[in-house]
């Protein structure tokens, strides 16, 4: 073999490894990928269940036992929280009204259903202005109007790219009215 042909073998060669690099490189890129997008809707799935679980409870403590006419009825946002001491809690099922999400803490780690990820998070719940639903009222301001937000996240939703890890936050209102 003489030179021509020796650095055509070894141009052909590093070309080659250059695109077994480039591959490798985008199959990593995909699974990370396709690993974000699916702790990301399991988070989304989980954040979702505990929204709608509160949005099916009475919007309040007073409203178990009939409805109300003024927003002064309503409990303080001091009082928001288990009706019982949050360490007896054992799954929200126990709540009785929306308000008792607050301060609730998610741990998917004893839940059949999350097997490949182990999720965390916490919700909190707040009166919020009818005008401008993203602005909390403060103190012992009350409305007709709660606001509950999950956060979730988890050890296996770190971002290599920020070097942090994601958190999912999702919130929705919920009205009282009744006819």
Same mark, same amino acid.
């Given at each position: 073999?003489?030179?021509?042909?020796? #650095?055509? $073998?070894?141009?052909?060669?590093?070309?080659?490894?250059?695109? *077994? =690099?480039? *591959?490798?490189?985008?199959?990593?890129?995909?699974?990370?990928?396709?690993?974000? @997008?699916?702790?990301?809707? =399991? &988070?989304?799935?989980?954040? +979702? @269940?505990?929204?709608?679980?509160? &949005?099916?409870?009475?919007?309040?403590? %007073?409203?178990?036992?009939?409805?109300? #006419?003024?927003?002064?009825? =309503?409990?303080?946002?001091?009082?928001?929280?288990?009706?019982?001491?949050?360490?007896?809690?054992?799954?929200?099922?126990?709540?009785?009204?929306?308000?008792?999400?607050?301060?609730?803490? *998610?741990? $998917?780690?004893?839940? &059949? +259903?999350? #097997?490949?990820?182990?999720?965390?998070?916490?919700? $909190? %719940?707040?009166?919020?202005d009818p005008e401008d639903p993203? @602005?909390?009222?403060?103190?012992?301001?009350k409305s007709f109007h709660k606001?509950?937000?999950?956060? /979730?996240?988890?050890? @296996?939703?770190?971002?290599?790219?920020?070097?942090?890890?994601?958190? =999912?936050?999702?919130? &929705? /209102?919920?009205?009282?009215?009744?006819?």
């Amino acid at each position: 073999m003489n030179t021509g042909q020796l #650095l055509i $073998t070894v141009g052909a060669i590093m070309l080659l490894t250059l695109v *077994i =690099l480039r *591959i490798n490189d985008t199959f990593l890129n995909s699974d990370s990928i396709l690993r974000r @997008s699916k702790f990301g809707i =399991l &988070s989304v799935s989980l954040a +979702t @269940s505990i929204i709608e679980e509160a &949005s099916n409870k009475a919007f309040d403590e %007073v409203t178990l036992s009939g409805r109300i #006419l003024s927003s002064d009825e =309503l409990t303080a946002s001091s009082s928001f929280g288990p009706d019982t001491t949050p360490d007896s809690v054992e799954s929200y099922a126990e709540f009785d009204d929306f308000d008792d999400f607050d301060g609730y803490i *998610i741990n $998917t780690k004893d839940d &059949s +259903t999350f #097997l490949s990820v182990e999720f965390t998070g916490w919700c $909190t %719940v707040e009166y919020v202005d009818p005008e401008d639903p993203d @602005s909390s009222l403060s103190g012992a301001d009350k409305s007709f109007h709660k606001k509950i937000t999950v956060y /979730v996240t988890s050890e @296996s939703m770190y971002n290599f790219y920020t070097e942090t890890y994601d958190t =999912l936050e999702m919130s &929705s /209102v919920f009205s009282y009215w009744f006819f």
